[in-house]
């Protein structure tokens, strides 16, 4: 296997939130690698130099406002961070609740409005998980990427659902966010289902995008 071509210290979970795990993600473009751990984020250049944060969720979706958890100080980790490579775009996600078990749990989402992720700016949102069914939190959001030229341009993003600390719920509720900066689709289900991400080339069209799960067999 070739070496690395860099490598460089990211953020300590001490430096970032002094929690335990620190649930670290990251996604690399074409001159930053942005890292996400519990509670906040950092972006660096390509030589691992820091050039922003670490910012805490909290703060980077305070313009929110306090009507959600998202932009009342309530973010509360399981961070995903991701490059949108055909838009040339930056995607950071958190999930934010006053408290579990409880009634209201949401997505915060920022999508950057230039290639830039420290000059931004961000357009910012809030999903709540499921408007049917409010006790259900997201745990272990993931995002991807589809575009099969027609009409599967989006981005999903999957996630477990629990209601309480010990029972999974099975529901699968389909929500569409259309704003100028993005188009996402909201995928809720109970079992660690991931969502296949577009690469660099762009699928065929009308091509089904592809759902995995693990299982585990007794």
């Not at 473009?29 to 969720?57: R, W």
Request: aromatic share 12%; proline share 11%.
């Amino acid at each position: 296997m070739p070496a690395p071509l860099l490598t460089f210290e990211g953020g300590a979970a001490a430096q970032f939130c002094a929690c335990a795990p620190p649930d670290t993600d990251g996604d690399v473009g074409p001159n930053h690698y942005v890292e996400a751990i519990n509670q906040a984020f950092a972006v660096f250049d390509k030589s691992g130099s820091m050039l922003a944060g670490p910012i805490t969720y909290d703060t980077f979706f305070a313009p929110l406002g306090g009507g959600t958890p998202c932009g009342a100080g309530q973010n509360g980790g399981d961070p995903f961070v991701m490059y949108d490579q055909q838009a040339d775009r930056w995607v950071i996600t958190d999930f934010a609740f006053p408290s579990f078990p409880g009634s209201s749990f949401w997505e915060c989402i920022g999508v950057s409005q230039s290639p830039d992720p420290v000059a931004g700016p961000w357009a910012l949102y809030a999903i709540q998980v499921d408007p049917g069914n409010p006790t259900f939190l997201g745990d272990y959001p993931k995002l991807a990427i589809w575009n099969d030229g027609g009409t599967q341009n989006a981005y999903f993003l999957t996630m477990n659902t629990f209601s309480n600390p010990t029972t999974f719920t099975g529901v699968r509720v389909p929500m569409r966010l259309t704003a100028p900066a993005c188009s996402a689709v909201v995928l809720l289900t109970r079992s660690a289902l991931q969502s296949a991400s577009l690469a660099w080339a762009i699928p065929i069209a009308s091509l089904p995008r592809t759902f995995a799960q693990a299982i585990r067999l007794p």
